[in-house]
């Protein structure tokens, strides 16, 4: 048996977007949180900025996206989503 990597004929990729709702307070409570958190570990950089990271996460908590979804649309792994989502829970948590 051989695999291919081609598309059967007539398919597309699916995106999902959604619109969430969101207060800016919100997201520069939790981008702030990350940008002391990185400056406390002396972390050089991240792929994203805190405030692209906030919101990724919030809509992995709110909407129960699979990090699988949201892995295409921001070019990051699925393994630094989930990090990422255990970081900023535990930062709230503290």
């Known amino acids: 048996m051989t695999k291919?990597?081609?598309r059967?004929?007539?398919t597309c990729p699916l995106v999902y977007e959604c619109r969430l709702p969101l207060s800016t307070?919100?997201?520069t409570h939790l981008a702030g949180l990350?940008?002391?958190h990185l400056k406390?570990?002396?972390s050089r950089w991240?792929?994203?900025p805190p405030g692209r990271i906030a919101v990724?996460?919030?809509a992995v908590l709110r909407h129960d996206q699979r990090l699988a979804d949201m892995v295409g649309a921001n070019n990051v792994s699925e393994s630094t989503i989930r990090r990422w989502r255990d970081e900023l829970i535990a930062l709230l948590a503290a």
């Open 40 to 42: 406390a570990i002396r």
């Open 56 to 58: 990724i996460v919030l």
């Open 34 to 36: 990350l940008r002391c």
């Open 46 to 48: 991240r792929v994203l």
């Open 4 to 6: 291919t990597k081609e």
């Open 25 to 27: 307070r919100t997201v």
């Open 8 to 10: 059967a004929e007539g």
